[in-house]
């Protein structure tokens, strides 16, 4: 099993930077692409950034030239690097996994983590 964990969010005024970090752990996977997705109120999930092994990324225009994706494949670890950030950022920002387990594509999703940008 993979287990996610994520941390780094918070409450910040907007222009503010935060930089949240999703860490991978268990055992016998091998990771196809990681994401951060957000989820406002009354909102459905949305894809922010997606960087796979290779460090091929895709990202939504809303936060191009904010937000920066990052892996550190050897810790197995994800980040998402939130500078200029807006109110409109706000939302519970949640880390997902795409990864072969024991020959199986599988999805995960961290529990999620709160943005919160005042104006």
């Known amino acids: 099993q993979v287990q996610l964990v994520e941390s780094g969010g918070g409450s910040v005024q907007a222009g503010g930077s935060l930089r949240l970090s999703c860490a991978a752990s268990g055992s016998g996977f091998s990771i196809n692409y990681m994401a951060w997705l957000l989820q406002a109120p009354n909102s459905e999930r949305e894809l922010v950034e997606r960087?796979?092994?290779?460090?091929?990324?895709n990202y939504a225009d809303s936060v191009k030239g904010r937000f920066t994706i990052s892996r550190d494949n050897a810790n197995n670890t994800m980040y998402l690097q939130m500078n200029d950030l807006r109110p409109e950022d706000t939302a519970v920002y949640y880390c997902d996994e795409n990864a072969v387990v024991s020959g199986l594509v599988r999805g995960y999703w961290g529990q999620g983590t709160q943005v919160t940008v005042s104006s």
């Open positions: 960087i796979t092994y290779d460090g091929t990324t």
